[in-house]
């Protein structure tokens, strides 16, 4: 089976750092993605860790550790505009997009 | 002009009747995919192919049906549409092999009412 843990919602203020965090039991594994999504919108890829340790993308970092299906995803310097869904994402074998969706952590950012 | 693009954006449907919604891309990938999203229960996957004569069902394909009439575009069918395929549709592409980014289009909201 496959079960992705996420927190539904989060509130976070502007400049500050906020980690979202993502818990995963699922039958295979060849990496971890995490998507942005804009209410409405198309979700638009963000990181993607397949191996353990911190992936570092400017603002935002994903942090991955396989023995505990474990993934975080930190961002740094909040703005309002990463006001956002935040989805995690697993992937069950290499090259394919079968991805097995968290139901996304909804972040408030608020002045 | 956007890399995958859906058609249409919008559509309300009345239960019963058959409908189409449509995927296009440009950016030369073999796999394509179709998800539907619904509040509190995230994306979920319909239907994937990776080539023009693979088609394969997902985790929720009861009700639905797809067409892979070319390399660049994948559409979904609803046969029958009822209340409970009321939901957000997106449309994905990926390369293959070991690249690691899809691209999702912009959605298409449907409504059946």
């Known amino acids: 089976g496959q079960n992705i843990d996420q927190p539904t919602e989060m509130t976070a203020t502007e400049g500050a750092i906020v980690q979202i965090n993502c818990t995963y039991q699922?039958?295979?594994?060849?990496?971890l993605f995490w998507y942005q999504q804009h209410a409405g919108e198309a979700p638009t890829f963000l990181s993607y860790n397949v191996l353990d340790g911190l992936e570092e993308k400017g603002r935002f970092s994903s942090f991955l550790s396989r023995s505990k299906g474990y993934s975080y995803l930190l961002l740094k310097e909040l703005q309002m505009k990463d006001s956002a869904s935040y989805l995690c994402?697993?992937?069950?074998?290499?090259?394919?997009?079968?991805?097995?969706f968290g139901k996304g952590t909804k972040l408030s950012v608020i002045p | 002009d956007a890399d995958v693009t859906q058609t249409p954006r919008n559509r309300i449907t009345k239960t019963g009747k058959r409908i189409m919604l449509e995927c296009s891309q440009t950016k030369g990938h073999d796999r394509m995919y179709w998800y539907r999203q619904d509040p509190g229960l995230g994306l979920r996957l319909i239907y994937y192919?990776?080539?023009?004569?693979?088609?394969n069902k997902g985790e929720i394909s009861d009700g639905y049906s797809v067409s892979r009439q070319a390399q660049a575009k994948f559409s979904l069918s609803l046969e029958s549409a009822i209340p409970n395929q009321t939901a957000l549709y997106f449309c994905?592409?990926?390369?293959?092999?070991?690249?690691?980014?899809?691209?999702f289009g912009q959605g298409t909201r449907l409504t059946v009412v």
């Open positions: 994402a697993v992937r069950p074998w290499a090259g394919s997009y079968q991805l097995t």
């Open positions: 699922t039958s295979g594994f060849n990496g």
């Open positions: 192919s990776f080539d023009v004569k693979d088609i």
């Open positions: 994905a592409t990926a390369a293959g092999g070991g690249n690691t980014e899809a691209f």
